[in-house]
């Protein structure tokens, strides 16, 4: 799967209005920083994983957001608006790598694309970091002031069965509720249609 340009350049636009809404000088300051890096991400390494394109990592944090929108609507879970938007789109942006280097790279070997679905590959001379950690690290490197309810929410955002996440399995905070059962949601939606 792929997306058209001006589906890039929409949702780009979007994205960095949300942002700026969201984040305020602090957003900018990211977008100043990681923007052009960010706007042609991919979000996974193979085919059958989501967003494996370029422009897949915006594209699906703004589903994830639009269905973190609309559960929490229906169920009333989280009250604060700009929290929701901060976790929803910014829960990822560890794949764009660190401040200099992409995580991913173009797969190329032409076995690993047809035969595997590799579309990427993970660039070995980064540090070694989870894509939370990393995310973290991003947003504290750009000021990006988050709640203590936000920090877990993105540290949760891979999931509970890593390791790190297992403490907190059974006390998520709702906002990381919300956040992984729109993941999940979307993730499934990508792979039956």
């Not at 305020?24 to 996974?44: H, Q, V």
């Not at 394109?53 to 009333?76: F, V």
Request: proline residues 2%.
């Amino acid at each position: 799967m792929s997306i058209s340009t001006s589906k890039i350049e929409k949702n780009w636009s979007t994205f960095q209005s949300l942002i700026i809404k969201c984040c305020g000088d602090a957003g900018k300051n990211l977008l100043e920083e990681l923007g052009e890096r960010m706007i042609m991400c991919p979000s996974s390494m193979r085919k059958d994983q989501i967003g494996a394109y370029p422009g897949g990592m915006i594209n699906t944090s703004l589903d994830i957001t639009m269905q973190m929108r609309k559960a929490n609507q229906i169920n009333e879970i989280c009250t604060d608006e700009m929290s929701l938007l901060r976790v929803g789109l910014l829960h990822d942006i560890g794949k764009i790598g660190d401040e200099t280097t992409d995580l991913f790279s173009e797969q190329d070997s032409e076995w690993h694309r047809d035969k595997l679905g590799q579309m990427y590959k993970y660039n070995e001379d980064l540090s070694r970091m989870s894509v939370s950690h990393r995310t973290l690290y991003l947003l504290q490197r750009c000021k990006i002031d988050l709640s203590q309810e936000e920090w877990i929410a993105i540290q949760l955002a891979q999931g509970s069965h890593f390791e790190e996440n297992r403490f907190y399995v059974g006390h998520e905070p709702s906002l990381g509720i919300l956040l992984q059962q729109s993941k999940a949601l979307v993730s499934h939606l990508f792979r039956v249609l």
